[in-house]
């Protein structure tokens, strides 16, 4: 039979379609499903507890979106670097729900957390060694890409927080005062202790170091290594208060004298380990935190009382006055001062409408033939009065 060209061209072409249609490129490997190794491991170090973080993969080594997140182990080292895992010294399960949370998350990233407790034998028998961390994150079946990226902490031991801590607002300042037992037993490990102090705002989640102490032989009273503000920690020059004699039989103190009146703070301390090692830079660890005690810096103290008061009588022509001048006093909140006249037998009464703010003073209201007595007192920023000033005399020809 004769097929026309055309329906034989038609043919032709849609056998060419339908092979083509039929035809399978080579086919894809199926995917392991090994969760990327974390890259950010990160370990900080509080006391005798290393915490570890990370970011919990969400792509596999293919470059898929991981389905079968398995545990986490956590690896252990110490002085060498870790070629594997090995033994693990603990493990991470994967969170509830990971799959779902990780397709809900628009690319957020997740993170895990881990808190391992060091031995005390293990910082005695390496005292300036580090120790080595690392995690490898498995799939269901238990396989994994290899560890993450490591993480150090050294292993220097550290101490319990000093007993006794407390805080009280004292003329000069809030005085920080804590027992603090003779250190003994470490002196041949090479290990130098600080006594940290921080403080923050009752407004605040976030506090500030503001000295660092020496603790080393700290049964023999105050001894400041650093006042981070610059500033002496020794009390004010002035008579010992109750609590700073109190300060001084519990074995150490500091002044601080770089807060604000009349707003409260937290403050806290922790014994810090210092090692020094030939040729590298000093290594310091934090013990753990003493309880944070609560102060309300309240001024109810008054300045210094004024010294050194004298009165001499002048007069120019039909005017006649006083002229007063006393030693200033130094206090930092001083606002100024004022004035007190009384005659023989008489009531003190205040002469001055306005606070004088400087140590002199005139007094013009004097009458010829009587004496006058005066005495003086300080006034801070916030209305506290000193006591008087010891009395000056003067007559008025």
């Known amino acids: 039979m004769k097929i026309p060209t ?9 056998l060419v379609v339908t092979t083509a249609c039929a035809s399978i490129g080579p086919p894809e490997a ?9 890259s950010d491991l990160h370990a900080a170090r509080k006391g005798g507890r290393v915490t570890l973080t990370w970011t919990i993969p969400a792509r596999t080594t293919d470059r898929q979106s991981v389905r079968y997140l398995g545990k986490t182990d956590i690896c252990l080292s110490v002085g060498a670097a870790l070629k594997r895992c090995g033994t ?24 895990a957390t881990f808190t391992e407790t060091l031995t005390a034998a293990l910082e005695q028998e ?4 580090f120790a080595t961390f690392a995690v490898e994150v498995l799939n269901k079946a238990g396989r994994g890409a290899g560890i993450s990226n490591q993480a150090h902490v050294p ?5 319990p927080p000093f007993a006794g801590f407390s805080a009280k607002a004292t003329a000069p300042g809030v005085l920080v005062s804590w027992k603090c037992p003779p250190i003994s037993g470490r002196g041949e490990m090479g290990i ?7 403080r923050r705002p009752e407004s605040s989640a976030n506090a500030t170091k503001i000295a660092d102490v020496q603790a080393t032989g700290c049964a023999v009273g105050p001894s ?15 008579a010992a208060t109750e609590q700073e004699i109190e300060a001084e039989k519990n074995g150490n103190s500091f002044l601080d004298q770089t807060f604000e009146w009349e707003l409260t703070y937290f403050y806290r301390g922790t ?28 001024d109810i103290f008054p300045p210094a009382v004024p010294s050194g008061l004298q009165a001499v009588f002048s007069g120019t022509g039909q005017q006649a006055f006083i002229d007063l001048i006393w030693a200033p006093v130094a206090d930092t909140d001083l606002d100024g001062y004022n004035v007190y006249r009384h005659e023989a037998g008489g009531v003190a009464a205040k002469v001055n409408s306005e606070l004088v703010k400087t140590p002199a003073f005139r007094d013009m209201k004097v009458v010829a033939g009587k004496t006058y007595f005066y005495s003086v007192a300080a006034v801070d920023q916030r209305g506290n009065e000193s006591g008087r000033s010891e009395e000056a005399s003067e007559s008025v020809p």
Not at 6 to 14: V, W
Not at 192 to 198: A, G, W
């Open 126 to 129: 390496h005292p300036t060694e």
């Open 192 to 198: 130098k202790y600080l006594f940290r102090i921080y």
């Open 30 to 38: 199926p995917s392991l499903e090994l969760p990327k190794s974390p």
């Open 88 to 111: 693990p010294v603990g493990e991470v399960a994967p969170p509830t729900g990971f799959e779902q949370a990780a397709k809900k998350s628009s690319g957020k990233k997740l993170s």
């Open 155 to 159: 292993l220097v031991p550290t101490l």
């Open 224 to 238: 400041v290594l650093v006042a981070l503000t610059g500033q002496n920690s020794e009390p004010a020059t002035t």
């Open 6 to 14: 055309g329906k034989m061209a038609l043919a032709l072409g849609a």
């Open 271 to 298: 014994v810090v380990s210092v090692i020094e090692v030939a040729g590298k830079p000093a290594i310091e660890v934090e013990g753990d935190d003493t309880p944070e005690v609560k102060v309300f810096a309240h």
